[in-house]
């Protein structure tokens, strides 16, 4: 199976989800894409004033998902999620085969950036669209390896990374969004914002590899769709030549179950 993925950096309208939600809309019916996927937080604005903007929030998430299943496609789109009295960082997956989030589970609280407003996720989620699994993170959640690695051994072929990544940020995406790509011989779609939020300047640069970690598609430093082709069938043959996920240890617990009983082992040397 072939679909399109259209890597949206676009500047929403700070505190304006109903304007953002219009715009996403629009591009439902005219993009080039099966699939669109839009920034951090595109729509109320990364490091706007999401207070009040609940409700309007709410509804215009509500109409994205009513327009993708008019238009047959999907959309992912960073937004606030609220959960009782908990504010969290999210991005979701509205499509014809349904509706996941994913609460961003490592906050930055360092250096130029603060989230400290929002509550941090606890787990993985995947999105769907016409049985093809998606799995998502959120900009510094990248550095994280288990989080899409989790998804991929659960059966996701694309990994998406919406993003808020200032400036100096960008040497430390370079380097490792390759490197996500063939860990987890899966494509993958980073979707970055573009010029100034708050008191930072969005270096853009939204980008997608293949599952051999090969750039297919890139943003450059201004609003831009750019359209990367997922062939699942190109994903089967990669994955059929690097055994990455099918040759994982599950049986090992990583975080140290069996260190102690490795360690027994050693003391006769």
């Known amino acids: 199976m072939i679909i399109r993925l259209g890597l949206c950096q ?19 019916e005219t993009a080039d894409a099966d699939v669109l996927a839009f920034p951090e937080m595109f729509l109320t604005g990364y490091g706007s004033d999401i207070s009040g903007l609940r409700e ?54 360092f250096g130029i950036y603060s989230e400290d407003g929002f509550a941090a996720g606890n787990g993985r989620a995947m999105g ?45 995406f370079d380097a490792v969004l390759p490197a996500r790509a063939v860990e987890n011989v899966s494509y993958i779609a980073f979707i970055n914002n573009i010029g100034t939020m708050g008191n930072l300047e969005m270096h853009g640069c939204s980008r997608g590899f293949d599952p051999l970690g ?25 994955r059929e030549t690097r055994r990455h996920l099918s040759d994982f240890r599950s049986d090992v617990d990583w975080l140290g179950r069996h260190r102690a009983s490795a360690d027994e082992g050693c003391k006769k040397y």
């Open 10 to 28: 676009l500047a929403p309208e700070p505190g304006d989800p109903k304007t953002n939600a219009e715009a996403i809309c629009e591009l439902l």
């Open 56 to 109: 309007e929030t709410e509804e215009a998430l509500r109409s994205v998902r009513l327009a993708c299943e008019s238009a047959g496609r999907a959309a992912a789109v960073g937004a606030p999620r609220w959960d009782g009295g908990r504010t969290y960082n999210g991005c979701f997956f509205l499509s014809p085969d349904g509706v996941s989030c994913y609460d961003k589970a490592h906050l930055a609280r």
């Open 128 to 172: 769907s669209y016409r049985g093809i699994k998606f799995g998502m993170c959120i900009c510094y959640d990248i550095f994280f390896p288990e989080i899409l690695h989790g998804c991929s051994l659960n059966g996701a072929s694309v990994n998406i990374c919406c993003a808020a990544s200032a400036k100096p940020s960008k040497p430390f």
């Open 214 to 238: 090969n750039k297919i598609a890139d943003c450059g430093e201004e609003e831009c769709i750019s359209v990367m082709r997922i062939d699942t069938d190109h994903l089967s043959e990669c």
